[in-house]
């Protein structure tokens, strides 16, 4: 791994990144450095961080193609950051990572690191398997707070059966069957998904629960491993996930109840996101200063420090009929479990919440959007997540504060007249580009020594520019070979001259550039894969001139 040498003497660190059919991991150090953070978007990783003189660094490395940014991972060892990233599309090999160019020197890309995982040795997909089991065990953030009246993070219980099953996971789009055992513990304290709220996670013995669901009055835990009957096993939640989940659902629970009581808009369903959660409610819209009053009540229960209680009642107990409920699911058995948050709300609820509002630290309102059915989708964030979604805004804001060199209240103003700018140059260029198409094709037929075959290649250039030089130059007795873009990217090509030689020879020019064309009247054009195969195609055409010359 090659090392970073100081900001100051401008060289760059070289990633190692490691292409695999579902993952993509990449490993790069860091020196001097404070602050990194990084960012893992649909189509980019976005890094920013401090140098050893406070100087604002921030870098972006794009992807070849895009990853489920929510099931990716990175951690910071020390100097070293590891990142996984999960691709949308599996079994398809990344040929390239790529940084822009625009950002200041502080990552590269070692391209040499790229290997052809479809034709790896068994050795070498065993190292690669070994470093992309490191890589999957790693996990955002720090620990989540603990909470003095939570015990039973660890729990042992019995197995009560065990039975082959399989389970269906939705991997980008598609569904995919994982076979395991579906297991009924006499007791358990991971919770199955319901009500609005994703199941827990967990162990049992160290095997991990991949969904627990429920069925009746059993919670039934997927594991990949059989345990036998009678045998006893050690159970761990996943705190930090739980805790979350608990600050989300008791956030929505305030939300509902306040919003019911300020402006009378009823509770019709509600989601626990991954990023944000969503409560749809019964009004076509909110005013922005509904949205606001509202923020500000729930956040004075939080620091009012407002109790919340569970009660288990059976089905026919009086208080029943007084607490806020959408119906029992038909396959309900056993009591009633009531959340009451004191003074506030009593709702009929099976998942899991704080102790104290307190424990909500915090919630943010994002904003509204228009719901189905004439209804309105509140997006809020409660508790870390509040201080996860700050943390990256401020990331955002200091990294735009120094490319933009303006303070924050500038930065859309800012933003806004470089877009401007950015229109206007790029109208420029492109005037400048004509210019210069009609230039090379009068150089090209002033040529008293021209040939029957006329070929070029610009970096950047479009569809447009080729078009301007294939129509000055003339098709009728002259065999036009026109490319743009990026040599070691994707591009665009152009064929034209005569409307026989074109379609014969535009299929197999873009079967040598590994791309896709389609031709009309002369003219072959479409998108090139491989640039550098250019002068493959040259010699094609070339040795296609001089055998109809020789024939006339």
Request: net charge negative.
């Given at each position: ?53 406070d100087t604002n660094i921030y870098n972006e490395i794009h992807f ?488 006339e």
């Amino acid at each position: 791994m090659p090392q970073i040498t100081r900001l100051e003497d401008s060289q760059p660190a070289h990633a190692l990144w490691f292409d695999r059919p579902k993952f993509v991991y990449v490993n790069f150090i860091v020196e001097d450095s404070k602050d990194v953070q990084v960012d893992i978007q649909e189509t980019k990783l976005v890094f920013s961080c401090k140098s050893a003189d406070d100087t604002n660094i921030y870098n972006e490395i794009h992807f070849y193609d895009k990853v489920q940014a929510l099931d990716s991972r990175e951690r910071r060892y020390d100097r070293t950051i590891n990142v996984m990233l999960r691709k949308q599309k599996e079994n398809v090999a990344w040929p390239r990572l790529t940084k822009d160019a625009g950002k200041p020197v502080w990552l590269s890309v070692d391209f040499d690191n790229w290997r052809d995982w479809e034709q790896e040795e068994d050795d070498g997909m065993a190292e690669y398997e070994r470093y992309a089991d490191m890589l999957q065990s790693m996990s955002k953030g720090g620990s989540a707070p603990k909470m003095d009246d939570l015990d039973d993070l660890d729990f042992t219980t019995s197995v009560v059966s065990c039975r082959p099953a399989e389970l269906k996971i939705d991997n980008s789009g598609k569904k995919e069957k994982v076979k395991g055992f579906n297991i009924i513990l006499k007791d358990t304290i991971l919770f199955p998904e319901g009500g609005g709220q994703p199941d827990d996670q967990g162990v049992l013995n160290d095997v991990p629960v991949l969904r627990v669901t429920r069925q009746g009055a059993d919670a039934v835990h997927f594991v990949t491993s059989p345990l036998e009957v009678g045998v006893e096993v050690q159970m761990k939640v996943d705190w930090e996930r739980r805790f979350n989940h608990m600050q989300q659902h008791s956030g929505q629970h305030l939300i509902t109840a306040i919003a019911d009581s300020m402006f009378g808009f009823k509770t019709t369903s509600w989601e626990l996101g991954r990023q944000r959660s969503v409560i749809e409610l019964d009004t076509p819209s909110m005013e922005p200063g509904q949205v606001e009053a509202l923020e500000k009540a729930v956040n004075e229960k939080i620091r009012e420090q407002v109790p919340v209680s569970v009660k288990v009642v059976a089905v026919d107990d009086p208080s029943v009929e007084q607490v806020r409920s959408r119906g029992l699911p038909e396959d309900h058995t056993g009591p009633i479990r009531i959340i009451d948050i004191e003074g506030i709300d009593a709702n009929m609820c099976c998942g899991t919440h704080v102790s104290n509002l307190s424990h909500l630290q915090a919630i943010k309102i994002l904003g509204t959007e228009k719901g189905k059915k004439n209804k309105t989708n509140l997006i809020f964030l409660a508790g870390s997540r509040v201080l996860k979604y700050a943390e990256r805004s401020y990331s955002v804001e200091k990294a735009l504060t120094s490319l933009l060199k303006t303070g924050p209240e500038d930065h859309v103003e800012a933003v806004d007249k470089l877009q401007k700018s950015a229109k206007v140059l790029q109208k420029n260029n492109l005037n400048l580009l004509r210019d210069l198409a009609v230039l090379i094709a009068q150089n090209f037929k002033s040529n008293p020594n021209r040939g029957k075959l006329f070929c070029l290649h610009r970096k950047d250039g479009d569809s447009e520019f080729m078009n301007i030089i294939a129509n000055e130059i003339g098709t009728e007795g002259t065999l036009i070979f026109l490319t743009v873009g990026d040599e070691k990217e994707a591009g665009l090509f152009l064929l034209a001259g005569p409307i026989e030689m074109v379609d014969t020879l535009g299929p197999r020019v873009a079967e040598l550039l590994e791309g896709k064309g389609a031709g009309k009247r002369g003219r072959y054009q479409g998108k090139a894969n491989k640039m550098g195969k250019r002068p493959e195609v040259e010699v094609l055409l070339h040795e296609n001139i001089q055998h109809r010359s020789s024939e006339e």
